[in-house]
Nanobody, 121 residues
Framework: QVQLVESGGGLVQAGGSLRLSCAASGNIFSINSMGWYRQAPGKQRELVAQIIEGGVTNYREFVKGRFNISRDNVKNTVYLQMNSLNHEDTAVYYC???????????????WGQGTQVTVSS
């Protein structure tokens, strides 16, 4: 079983920046991808950014150019650098990893507990 722990959320003024971190631990055979999702009150959870082994990244259009996702494969940690934050970015941000616990297990999604990001107007 894989555990994910997010950190780095907080309160920031519009136009400011935050850096989120997510560390994976536990039984990990391999991690195929790691990413960030967010969920605002009354809305569905949505993809923000994802990074796949090999360094390929995917961004939603509403964050492209402002956010940057990176990954440290040695530390099994993914980062999300968020710049030019606005009020619409306010949400709980969840870390996601698609991983195998053993070589015989299938790829499964794992989720962190979430970290709150609040952007004041």
């Amino acid at each position: 079983q894989v555990q994910l722990v997010e950190s780095g959320g907080g309160l920031v003024q519009a136009g400011g920046s935050l850096r989120l971190s997510c560390a994976a631990s536990g039984n990990i055979f391999s991690i195929n991808s790691m990413g960030w999702y967010r969920q605002a009150p009354g809305k569905q959870r949505e993809l923000v950014a994802q990074i796949i082994e090999g360094g390929v990244t995917n961004y939603r259009e509403f964050v492209k150019g402002r956010f940057n996702i990176s990954r440290d494969n040695v530390k099994n940690t993914v980062y999300l650098q968020m710049n030019s934050l606005n009020h619409e970015d306010t949400a709980v941000y969840y870390c996601n990893a698609v991983a195998r616990s053993t070589r015989w297990d299938p790829l499964l999604p794992y989720w962190g507990q979430g970290t709150q990001v609040t952007v004041s107007s």
